[in-house]
């Protein structure tokens, strides 16, 4: 179901080693990758300071843009759980001054969309 689940457009959980090795020269001082996720080309990364965007662009993916997405701008955020028929959980993030949400991802079922929750209402409400 992986592939297939990454064709749909879906995210999966990416290995901090991977993450640390490949994006760590985006961190600033003292800021730690948390957690992230794949999604095809594109990555999602939450730190203990910022949401990290990668999006993968053109055919050959060589030109990349790095979004940064403060956790003070965000106003609102929600999860959607998998259903019995439907495998896929989704998560929106609203950022302030937006009507619809700025930012939606789908997961597979390998990810726990709790936890994405948890490290999102950590930083956003504390």
């Known amino acids: 179901m992986g592939i297939f689940s990454s064709l749909l457009g879906n995210a999966g959980a990416v290995e901090p080693e991977k993450l640390r090795a490949d994006f760590g020269q985006l961190l600033i001082d003292g800021e730690e990758l948390e957690i992230g996720f794949k999604l095809i080309r594109d990555t999602f990364i939450f730190t203990n300071k910022r949401l990290i965007l990668v999006d993968k662009q053109g055919l050959t993916g060589k030109k990349v843009e790095y979004k940064s997405i403060t956790y003070k701008s965000i106003t609102r955020f929600s999860i959607e759980t998998a259903g019995t028929f439907d495998l896929d ?4 993030i609203w950022i302030s001054g937006e009507q619809h ?3 939606v991802k ?8 709790y936890d994405v929750q948890k490290v999102l209402a950590r930083h956003v409400l504390g």
């Open 106 to 113: 789908k997961f597979n079922k390998s990810v726990n969309v």
């Open 89 to 92: 959980a989704e998560l929106k």
């Open 101 to 103: 949400p700025s930012l």
